[in-house]
């Protein structure tokens, strides 16, 4: 999804060095078998993207997940925070 809006605004070689700069700093989960079987099996899971996200997050052991439409993981047992609330936490850790 990154890359696609930074691909609308600022042309494909800009967004590919953008993601590349974003993939320094973080890791890439996996989508296997289990995640989607959890995320079809869990009624309160409405759409099914969110789910895979969720349970691959989960599953990887991510601390939070982080999105603008934070109401989509209403079902979620770990924090989910916007980009701008994310990044004042971050600053007031250091």
Same mark, same amino acid.
């Given at each position: 999804i990154a890359f696609y809006f930074a691909e609308k605004k600022s042309g494909r070689k800009s967004a590919l060095g953008k993601i590349?700069? %974003?993939?320094? *700093? %973080? @890791?890439?989960?996996t989508i296997d078998d289990e995640i989607t079987r959890k995320s079809l099996n869990n009624s309160k899971v409405e759409d099914f993207e969110d789910g895979l996200e969720? *349970?691959?997050?989960?599953? @990887?052991?991510?601390?939070? %997940? %982080?999105?603008?439409?934070? @109401?989509?993981?209403?079902?979620?047992?770990?924090?989910?925070?916007?980009s701008s609330d994310f990044l004042n936490i971050l600053s007031t850790k250091k």
């Amino acid at each position: 999804i990154a890359f696609y809006f930074a691909e609308k605004k600022s042309g494909r070689k800009s967004a590919l060095g953008k993601i590349q700069k %974003i993939a320094d *700093y %973080i @890791s890439v989960t996996t989508i296997d078998d289990e995640i989607t079987r959890k995320s079809l099996n869990n009624s309160k899971v409405e759409d099914f993207e969110d789910g895979l996200e969720y *349970y691959s997050a989960v599953k @990887s052991g991510c601390e939070c %997940i %982080i999105t603008e439409d934070q @109401s989509d993981f209403y079902f979620s047992q770990i924090p989910v925070y916007g980009s701008s609330d994310f990044l004042n936490i971050l600053s007031t850790k250091k």
